[in-house]
């Protein structure tokens, strides 16, 4: 048998392998590969091969904790949370018991980050005491997985012991949610400024999502150098209006990290999916999100007792991939000044 592949695919991956990112229209190319060819296998090879060099085989688990259940009047269309849904009609507030034995229990387990996550209009002080608590608690890192934010409240996240946030431009915004794209990327920049690390997904990926919009948020993360950026899919909730859409295979996500991985070049830190997938984990990905609390993909208003998938189960998957969720996480290293220094220069460049 043997293994030819096309020389532009070739040249694309020798690209890849060389971490010097791809642009718009190379992703758009190997977005689009058949997913049963030989392009497609060696595209997952070398964004595994990368993967595995640059971020020494550590598995990373980075434990999602959704602090409230609420019906949330932003309605995004793809969020279980949203009012819109008729999922959730009451506020459910986990407790501070809830939050800390979840927390205490992810640290117990060697989780690398502790993603907390409110819905739209959860109180900015509430969070920032949830903060200031779970730094009394436990030394793994705090990101905060909320709202838009300004400087001001951005300082206020660190003072409260958060080292990074989740925030990203989501696929169909300003459309499929109230949000403007502007505002969201203006909250990237506020999360750089400050000192945050900024954490991002290319998400919610499904079926009627065009490969030009899914390729341009990958570049993005890439340009505003993204801690970890890789994809997560949409999740259709019961009643969903999503529905008639369905949804991306595991595959199909699979082939998505490797593109996303090769864009990222030597930017990234990790490679995140979503949900938790062996797949996608010989296709580049390396970072798991654990999930307990609310969750906008879920019915249940406890996730770990709905379609949230255990840190023990993501440890498992991730020994029997050959990532070892026991190495010190790669995502909290401190960023060198002169660094920090060009990566403002550019995002102000693109912004402004
Ligand atoms: S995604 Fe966030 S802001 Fe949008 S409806 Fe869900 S909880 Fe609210």
Redesign the pocket.
């Known amino acids: 048998m043997s293994w030819h592949i096309s020389p532009k695919v070739k040249g694309l991956l020798k690209k890849g392998e060389d971490l010097t990112g791809l642009n718009q229209e190379e992703a758009e190319f190997l977005l689009q590969l058949a997913i049963e060819s030989k392009e497609t296998y060696a595209l997952m090879e070398t964004a595994n091969r990368i993967s595995r060099d640059q971020f020494g085989n550590k598995g990373e688990n980075q434990y999602h904790i959704g602090i409230n259940v609420e019906p ?1 009047p ?3 269309k ?2 279980s ?2 009012k819109s849904a008729g999922i959730f009609t009451t506020a459910i507030p986990f407790s501070n018991d809830d939050i800390i034995n979840w927390a205490t229990n992810a640290e117990v387990k060697n989780a690398d980050g502790l993603n907390i996550m409110t ?2 209009t959860y109180s900015f002080d509430r969070l920032l005491e949830v903060g200031k608590m779970l730094r009394e608690k436990v030394s793994t890192p705090l990101v905060a997985n909320t ?1 838009d934010i300004n400087h001001k409240e951005g300082e206020q996240l660190l003072d409260a012991g958060f080292v990074g946030a989740y925030h990203a431009v989501r696929l169909g915004e300003g459309e499929d ?1 109230p949000f403007k794209r502007e505002k969201r990327i203006k909250t990237i920049q506020v999360i750089k400024d400050v000192g945050l690390s900024w954490m991002n997904c290319v998400e919610p990926v499904g079926p009627e999502h065009g490969i030009k919009e899914i390729a341009e948020l990958m570049v993005m993360a890439r340009d505003y150098s993204a801690t970890y950026s890789g994809v997560m899919r949409r999740i259709n909730f019961p009643g969903s209006p999503f529905e008639p859409f369905g949804m991306i295979t595991e595959r199909e996500m699979a082939r998505m990290v490797a593109v996303s991985r090769l864009v990222m070049g030597a930017v990234p830190r990790a490679h995140c999916l979503h949900e938790p997938s062996p797949l996608s984990l010989i296709a580049g990905g390396n970072l798991f999100f654990p999930e307990v609390g609310a969750s ?1 993909r879920d019915s249940a208003a406890d996730t770990e007792k709905g379609r949230g998938t255990s840190i023990e189960e993501c440890r498992q998957m991730f020994r029997e991939t050959g990532w070892d969720p026991d190495l010190p996480s790669n995502c909290f290293e401190a960023v060198s000044t002169i660094e920090m220094t060009a990566e403002k220069e550019s995002l102000k460049a693109a912004l402004y």
């Open positions: 949330c932003f309605n995004c793809f969020c949370l949203a819905t739209g709202r949610t906008p």
